[in-house]
């Protein structure tokens, strides 16, 4: 029935859910009247009802028409831009429109349904003792237990919904769905006020208590959260007292986010020339209401984030929105701080170290407008702002950027996408830009604008190489602070200044080696080495699938002479404490910091400079604003190049860079020492020169020679399964069928592999990639379209990911 007309009254409404199937998008008759898209509404989806969003009116319908149940939204919860901008991501990154728009909304969106539960007969004969034996063909354990759910059903009690649906299965209870209110509304604080004037009830001693603590607060009320916390249990009270109109309760939208403890840093006195004459840039382009997308190229410390301020703040003054995106917002809590210091409540940050609750009472202020600047981690690059003039993306060319699942997105390239659409101004802000930014501007699709200087004259610091090698001593395994840097910590921690050490490797050692045969310990459900880890008790664990296990001999040959092949945080943690014995040492890694608030009270400690040294992985690279800091040692500064991947040289010296860059930022000069094996290899030498420009030169030229992005666009087909020889004949075919399709003609698209994934095993799955390589993305595009149409064998999973950033 392609291309009939509606059926009877309604229109024909296109929905996303987020299904796979049938790329999540499915056509619906809307009963009486129209909706326009980015609206909710439950629809029936197979045997169950579904939350879907509207995309708009559909032409015709496949398949079985059936009715939307119900709207739920009385305005667009989506607004059109950001819809788009899915659609756009969608397309662009080969992904299902449905759980795309489904990834743009905030969480807890749903119309959940709960899951209510009444005993069988079957289950009630059990519970009372009557039938165990042929009911209960399983341990005395499972029994007791299955008996204490059934027990938990009856009272009423919270079992989850896997373990009821399994009673389910068993005959034992019946389920019923029903459905539980979606938490959509933005969340709200409870308010209690005393009514002015109003007399304390005689014959209610604990009422009339309660009324006076109110009458002397503030007159536009007091949340009651805090004021149960005073009167225990004086909720009773409470009602009473509004009953009696002496006091009035209502609701209000909670205000903005908490931010985590940090200190601001210091106001801009004077400008630079060099950050006067950005803005005098941005501005213009902010009054031209045109697309303008920028490079701001500055080196650390130069003092970016004045200039993304100040620009922000013209947008402001037009009545424009803003937004800028950061790597990682948990691990740069200063530069959220100097947001809210600039521009308080209008500041909404968007982030994973927020509850959900909070996240979606921020996503609200922006989305109700009460929050004219977002602040976010990538995914901030769908939060529903206001005609947007302004998006800047700091640290432009961090990976984090990169969504690795589900949608596998750039959220750099997204938000030049959102700038255009919008007509706004874009800002790229990075001191090591990445490769394909540096080309865009050379094409002259950016405009540079440069800021070479750090603030007040400060100098970078200069950088020495230090031979590791030479503490290559005998067959062991190598020190890891070298003399030079030992000397140079003590002489640091000796005059009260402050130091960071740099090593790209959490945990104890990186691995384990056999001696006798040379095989490294490593995990069986992933192709990499395990790591070594002394925290909570000596343990080995996978930094991929988390597989953990004891210390063991080698696998290949039984021996126990395992000894440690180079090291990690935790080990050089111990060492450093062996060496300055008085100081106060701290790391930082995903493995200590347990959470984005603990990362953020250690980096505000160091900043209050109650901690003497920090080590730690790039966690404590980022854009840290630190002046104390007078000593950055990387301790491994060549690790990085090990990486199989085409762009690891040029993520060597970011990183280098990067921390680098986080001495001498105070009033004292700084100083870097960086140790290596391979002292003579481009990105050590550039990172020591603070010649990133030379670097890219070079390099961009070998990427050209290679033809490698960004001369060209690559998409990794990855296929995974449980069994290795169907997973290689899945690659193999896919591999064959693209490159017959390729002798039939269009735009040439190169064919490499299929090969073993540079991580061949990863959680159990054998992994195959086929990498496709083209001038443009538009035959790429066209050739996965055609691949998909390619059956796959059971049990093997494809997925694209078009611009990849980590080859593994
Ligand atoms: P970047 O992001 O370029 O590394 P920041 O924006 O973090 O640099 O600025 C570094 C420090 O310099 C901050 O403490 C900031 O407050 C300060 N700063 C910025 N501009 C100026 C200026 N014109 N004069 C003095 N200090 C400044
Ligand atoms: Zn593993
Ligand atoms: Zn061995």
Same mark, same amino acid.
């Given at each position: 029935?392609?291309?009939a007309?509606p ?6 409404v ?9 790329g ?7 009963p ?9 509404v ?5 045997r ?13 319908v ?8 119900r709207?739920?939204?009385?305005r667009p919860?989506?607004p ?5 901008l ?5 397309a662009?990154?080969?992904a ?15 119309l ?6 009444t005993?069988?007969?079957e ?20 029994g ?7 027990r ?15 009673l389910e299965k ?5 389920l ?8 959509v509304e ?7 006020a ?16 309660v009324l006076a603590w ?5 007159p ?14 004086a ?6 007292l509004a009953?009696r109109?002496l ?5 209000e ?9 940090a200190?601001?840093g ?10 006067s ?18 490079l ?11 200039v993304y301020?100040?620009a922000i703040a013209?947008?402001?003054s037009?009545?424009?929105?803003a ?13 959220a ?9 209008d500041?909404?940050?968007l ?6 609750r ?6 609200h202020r922006?989305?109700a407008?009460s929050?004219g600047?977002v ?22 060319h ?8 589900r ?7 997204l ?11 874009a800002?790229?802000?990075s ?6 930014t540096?080309?865009?501007?050379q094409e002259g ?6 800021l ?13 190489i ?5 503490t290559?001593?005998?067959?062991g395994?190598?020190?890891?602070l070298t ?12 005059r ?8 790209n490797k ?15 310990l ?7 080495a395990l ?8 343990a ?11 210390p063991?001999p080698?696998?290949?040959c039984g021996?126990e ?6 090291a $990690?945080?935790? #080990?050089? !943690?111990?060492?450093? +404490?062996?060496? %300055?014995?008085?100081a106060?040492? /701290? =790391? *930082?890694?995903?493995?200590?910091a ?11 400690r160091?900043?209050r400079?109650?901690l ?5 992985t790039?966690m404590?690279?980022k ?20 990486l ?18 986080r001495a ?6 700084g ?7 391979r ?10 020169a603070?010649?990133?420009? $030379?670097?890219? #030169?070079? !390099?961009?030229?070998? +990427?050209e020679? %290679?033809?490698?992005?960004?001369? /060209? =666009? *690559? ?5 995974q ?28 698209v ?14 159990g ?17 066209a ?7 390619v059956?796959l ?14 080859l593994v």
């Amino acid at each position: 029935m392609a291309g009939a007309a509606p059926a009877g009254d309604g229109t024909l409404v296109e929905v996303a859910l987020p299904v796979p199937a049938n790329g999540g998008v499915f056509t619906y008759r809307l009963p009486g009247g129209t909706v326009e898209p980015g609206r909710r509404v439950l629809v029936p989806l197979g045997r169950r009802k579904a939350t879907g969003v509207v995309l708009g009116p559909a032409a015709s319908v496949r398949g079985e028409l059936r009715d939307v149940l119900r709207v739920l939204d009385e305005r667009p919860l989506l607004p059109l831009d950001v819809l788009q901008l899915v659609r756009w991501a969608a397309a662009h990154y080969l992904a299902p429109l449905g759980p795309a728009i489904r990834g743009a909304l905030p969480p807890g969106i749903d119309l959940r349904e709960e899951l209510r539960a009444t005993l069988t007969p079957e289950g009630e004969a059990l519970l009372d003792g009557a039938r165990q034996r042929a009911l209960l063909p399983e341990s005395k354990e499972a029994g007791t237990r299955t008996r204490q759910l059934l027990r938990a059903v009856r009272d009423g009690r919270a079992v989850r919904p896997g373990q009821l649906r399994a009673l389910e299965k068993r005959g034992l209870v019946a389920l019923s769905a029903s459905e539980a209110k979606a938490r959509v509304e933005a969340p709200q604080v409870e308010l209690a006020a005393a009514v002015p004037g109003a007399l304390p009830p005689a014959r209610s001693p604990r009422q009339a208590e309660v009324l006076a603590w109110l009458l002397a607060r503030d007159p536009k009320g007091v949340p009651v959260e805090e004021l149960l916390a005073a009167f225990p249990g004086a909720r009773p009270q409470l009602k009473k007292l509004a009953a009696r109109r002496l006091i009035a309760l209502r609701s209000e939208p909670a205000g903005a986010a908490r931010l985590a403890d940090a200190p601001w840093g210091s106001a801009v006195v004077r400008e630079t020339a060099a950050q006067s004459a950005a803005l005098a840039e941005l501005r213009g382009a902010l009054d031209a209401r045109a697309y303008s997308p920028f490079l701001l190229d500055g080196v650390t410390g130069s003092g970016k984030t004045h200039v993304y301020l100040e620009a922000i703040a013209h947008a402001r003054s037009q009545g424009r929105g803003a937004l800028a995106l950061v790597p990682e917002i948990a691990l740069t809590p200063q530069l959220a701080g100097r947001f809210r210091a600039r521009f308080g409540d209008d500041v909404a940050v968007l982030h994973s170290g927020l509850t959900e609750r909070e996240r979606l009472s921020e996503w609200h202020r922006v989305r109700a407008g009460s929050a004219g600047v977002v602040v976010g981690a990538r995914s901030a690059v769908f939060a529903p702002g206001h005609d947007l003039g302004i998006v800047v993306v700091d640290e432009e060319h961090e990976p984090s950027y990169k969504q690795e699942d589900r949608l596998r997105y750039h959220a750099r390239d997204l938000a030049l996408v959102r700038a255009r659409d919008a007509g706004a101004v874009a800002v790229l802000g990075s001191a090591t830009p990445s490769l394909e930014t540096l080309r865009r501007a050379q094409e002259g699709k950016l405009r540079t604008l440069r800021l070479p200087e750090r603030v007040d004259g400060r100098a970078l610091p200069p950088v020495e190489i230090v031979d590791r090698k030479t503490t290559l001593r005998g067959r062991g395994d190598p020190e890891l602070l070298t003399p030079a840097l030992s000397e140079a910590l003590r002489e640091t921690v000796a005059r009260g200044e402050q130091a960071i050490l740099f090593l790209n490797k959490r945990g104890h050692v990186r691995s384990l080696l056999c001696r006798s045969c040379g095989a490294a310990l490593g995990c069986p459900n992933c192709s990499v080495a395990l790591v070594l880890h002394r925290e909570g008790g000596t343990a080995l664990r996978c930094h991929l699938c988390g597989h953990q296990e004891l210390p063991r001999p080698c696998v290949a040959c039984g021996s126990e002479d395992v000894v440690p092949l180079s090291a $990690g945080t935790e #080990r050089v !943690e111990e060492e450093l +404490r062996g060496l %300055l014995p008085r100081a106060r040492i /701290a =790391r *930082l890694d995903r493995d200590s910091a347990g959470g984005p608030g603990k990362a953020a009270a250690l980096l505000a400690r160091f900043a209050r400079r109650e901690l003497d040294v920090l080590i730690g992985t790039q966690m404590v690279a980022k854009g840290h604003d630190f002046p104390g800091v007078t000593l950055v040692g990387a301790l491994d500064a060549d690790g990085p190049l090990h990486l199989p991947d085409f762009r690891a040289a040029e993520r060597c010296v970011q990183l280098l860079a990067q921390v680098a860059g986080r001495a001498g930022r105070g009033e004292q000069p700084g100083r870097v020492l960086l140790q290596a094996f391979r002292t003579a290899e481009p990105a050590v030498l550039a990172a020591a020169a603070h010649d990133y420009a $030379g670097f890219a #030169r070079d !390099e961009l030229a070998r +990427r050209e020679a %290679l033809s490698f992005p960004p001369y /060209a =666009r *690559l998409c990794a087909l990855r296929l995974q399964g449980n069994v290795e020889a169907r997973v290689q004949a899945a690659a193999e075919r896919l591999a064959g069928r693209a490159r017959e399709l390729q002798r039939r003609g269009g735009e040439p698209v190169e064919v490499l592999g299929p090969a073993p994934a540079p991580i061949a095993r990863l959680r159990g799955k054998h992994r195959f990639q086929v990498l496709l390589r083209a001038r443009e993305h538009r035959p790429l595009h066209a050739l996965c379209r055609a691949l998909a149409e390619v059956p796959l064998p059971p049990g093997v999973e494809l997925a694209a990911d078009v611009d990849p950033v980590a080859l593994v």
